[in-house]
Structure formats: structure tokens, C-alpha cells
């Protein structure tokens, strides 16, 4: 009995350090919200042809909350180390590859993160011809970006569709998500039915490659898949998930086929972010802003690597790393960069392109 009386009890002192470490415990994760954040991504290889220039921009390789707060140094044997960028121009007596570091700093120069590719300076001369079918949204509707890459190809490189031209042929649909050619959506252009696309085969009711390639008589060499913009969310997982069920939809009938995923690309300034309006006058992008835009484009990025940057058979291409988005958009629109742009797509796609068709 006088025992159990002397068991110790909770004591002021005991009780007051709970509490403050309670406290501590409450206050690191208060101040975590406001800790400034850093993502970075850059792909295990870059490739630049010759002739061709390739950046990579330091905003968008990097999403911070703090973009004033950071420094960037490229290290590489070749190429420009500039305030905002990498870039180089592909040259012959360069044809090789090299290590191409990036290293991160905060505002007291403290080292934050180094991330490392390899870089690819490859010969613009193809050995054979290609023929690309590129599927995706208003990125890839008749974009002047095909006859760039026709003509960096010197005609070597074609693309097929339903839609388009004879040598510029592709399955672009504005305003289409990756979801859409799961689907039996139907594409409307200036009001006019083209009806469901033809990638949906009504019989098994999904999307199927052979069923295109029947129905359309289209034949290519190549797939890409150039989808992401349309559908772009906090959450990656929708897009990414309907990407992958493509590609297995595809393997079931072409197990060896080239395919190609292009990031979708930054989006512009907040000036063109909140002045873009449709027809009626009403905002178009209703709600959005630049910061938020951005680090949902990072996350498909990085999430894309993960789920296909080592799938068999499947290239990543890094556009929107190595897209200006700050200068070249229109004054009016946030979403479909000018001419400048065009050619930065076909210097990327074609330098991937080079380095990649006959490996």
C-alpha cells in the first residue's frame, strides 16, 4: 500500500517540457510552409545537332516560390554558361559527348542541389527517311513547326494524319487531352464536325493503334505524343496515367515502334496569362496564374520521367526546359508561342531526333 502511494507522478517541470517540445514540434512545421521550396529537373541526356542551338532556361529547369532567391551555374566542356541560361549551338568538331552539371545556389551562395546530364552533340545527317505521326492538342495543330523540321531534315523527315498536308500530315486537335483519345470525343474546328477521332475503334470501344492505322491507311514510322497542356492540374496522375494507357494500347499491336513524349511547354507571363479572353469577352484561362502554372508543369514533367524515362522504346523530349517562354508569345496569347517559338520546337525535336533514330 505505501508503495503504490510513492509511485511517481507527472510533476510541473515534466508537464512544462511536453509542452515545449510540443510547441517546437508545432512551430517547425508552421515555419515549413514558409520556407522558401526548390524543384529542379533535367533529364539524363540532351541532344543538339549540328547547326542547331539549344537552351536550357534557368526558371524553367528550376520552379522555386522565391525566384529572385536562387543562382544557377551550368559547368560543361562546350556551350555558354549566360545569365539566365546553357545554350549552344551544335558544331562538327564537337560531335562527342560531355558531362553538363548544373549546381544551384541560394542568395549567400550556399550550395542547395547539383543536378547532371549528359550532353549530345550528334550529326545532323540521317541515314534513312522517317515518317512521324504526331498526336496532340493545338501545339501540334498545323504548326509551322513541322516544316521547320522538314526542312533541318533536308526532306528526310515527313509527317502523316488525317489532318494537315501531304509531307505535314498530323493528328493535332485544339483544345484535346490526353483523355480525349481515350475516349469517343468528338473534334469540332470553326464550328464544323470532323466526328469522333480515329484513333476510337466503336467495335472494342477504346482507343487502338491498329484500328488507326486501318481506318486511315497511315502507316509511320514513328509515334509522338505531344499532349499535356489541355488537362494540366495539381496532380499529374490523370494525364500521365491515359499517356501510359496509349502506349500500352500501341505495344499491343507494334512492340518496336519509336515512340516520343514532348513536355508541354511553360506557360507565358501573367500579363498574357490574364488577358487572354474568348469571343464572348469571358476569360479564357479563368482563375490561373503564372507561379502555379509553372510548378504544375514541373510536376508532369518529373512525373513523366518517372513513369517512362526508362521504358523500353520511348523517348522523352525536354522542350519545355528549353522553350522561351518569356519571349515568345504574342502579346495576346498565353498558350501558343509566335514564330521564335517554332523554331526553338523544331531545334529541339530535330537535335532528339538525330541523336536518338538510329540508336
Known sequence: MLLNKMKPLPTVLTLLLVSMMLWNIFLHMELEKYKPQIEAYLPEDIYVAVGSTIELYDNQVAWTGIREGYSFNWDCPVGENLEDRFSITGKEEQIGEYPLILTIYDYNVNKIMTLESTLHVVDRVLEEEYSVMNMGDSLSNGREWYRTIFYLSDGQITFTGTRGWTKYGHEGRSGFSAEDYLNPTEYLEEGTSEGI?????????????????????????????????????????????????????????????????????????????????????????????????????????????KKFGHMDGVTLIPLALMHNSRDNFNSDDALHPGEAGDQQFGDVMYSVYCGTFES
Not at 203 to 227: A, C, R
Open 197 to 305: 477521332h480515329p484513333f476510337y475503334d466503336p467495335v472494342q470501344e477504346m482507343f487502338d493503334w491498329n484500328y488507326y492505322k486501318l481506318y486511315t491507311g497511315k502507316n509511320p514510322n514513328v509515334i509522338q505524343i505531344f499532349l499535356g497542356t489541355n488537362g494540366l492540374k495539381d496532380d499529374p496522375s490523370d494525364t500521365v496515367e491515359a499517356i501510359a494507357q496509349m502506349i500500352k494500347n500501341i505495344r499491343r499491336h507494334d512492340k518496336d515502334i519509336p515512340i516520343y513524349l514532348v513536355n508541354p511547354i511553360y506557360w507565358a507571363d501573367q500579363e498574357k496569362i490574364g488577358s487572354m479572353v474568348r469571343p464572348n469577352g469571358t476569360a479564357f484561362l479563368q482563375g490561373e496564374f503564372k507561379n502555379r502554372c509553372d510548378r504544375r508543369i514541373m510536376k508532369l514533367m518529373k512525373a513523366m520521367d
